[in-house]
Nanobody, 124 residues
Framework: QVQLVESGGGLVQAGDSLRLSCAAS????????MGWFRQAPGKEREFVAA????????DYADSVKGRFTISRDNPKNTVYLQMNSLKPEDTAVYYC?????????????????WGQGTQVTVSS
C-alpha cells in the first residue's frame, strides 16, 4: 500500500493559479501511474489528470486540458498538479491516487490508494 498526502489547496480568485502536491510513502512509488481526481459537492468524483510511471505520458480531462499540468518527481516521491487560469467550476476537493498500472489510466476503478484530499475553492 502507498500512503498519499495532498497539500497546496486554498481559496483563490478566478484566473489565479495553484500548485497541488502529493507526497507518497510506502510501496515503490516510481513503479506506478498516478492520478488526480476531484469531487465537488453533490457530484461524483471525476478524473482530472494522470501520469505514467516515468512521466513520459499524461492524460487530462477535457475540462482542464490546456490549463492544468500534471508532473512527478520520482526521487522525491511526489506528484504535482499545476492549475492555471482557475475557474469557479474548478472548486472541489482534489484527491491524489495511485494506480495499479504503470501506464496512464483514467478510470477510478484502476486506482487503489487514495489520499485524504485538499480543498480548492475558486471565487468569481
Amino acid at each position: 500500500q502507498v500512503q498519499l498526502v495532498e497539500s497546496g489547496g486554498g481559496l483563490v480568485q478566478a484566473g489565479d493559479s495553484l500548485r497541488l502536491s502529493c507526497a507518497a510513502s510506502g510501496r515503490t512509488f516510481r513503479n506506478y501511474a498516478m492520478g488526480w481526481f476531484r469531487q465537488a459537492p453533490g457530484k461524483e468524483r471525476e478524473f482530472v489528470a494522470a501520469i505514467s510511471w516515468s512521466g513520459g505520458s499524461t492524460d487530462y480531462a477535457d475540462s482542464v486540458k490546456g490549463r492544468f499540468t500534471i508532473s512527478r518527481d520520482n526521487p522525491k516521491n511526489t506528484v504535482y498538479l499545476q492549475m492555471n487560469s482557475l475557474k469557479p467550476e474548478d472548486t472541489a476537493v482534489y484527491y491524489c491516487a495511485r494506480s495499479d498500472r504503470s501506464y496512464v489510466v483514467a478510470g477510478r476503478a484502476e486506482y487503489r490508494d487514495w489520499g485524504q484530499g485538499t480543498q480548492v475553492t475558486v471565487s468569481s
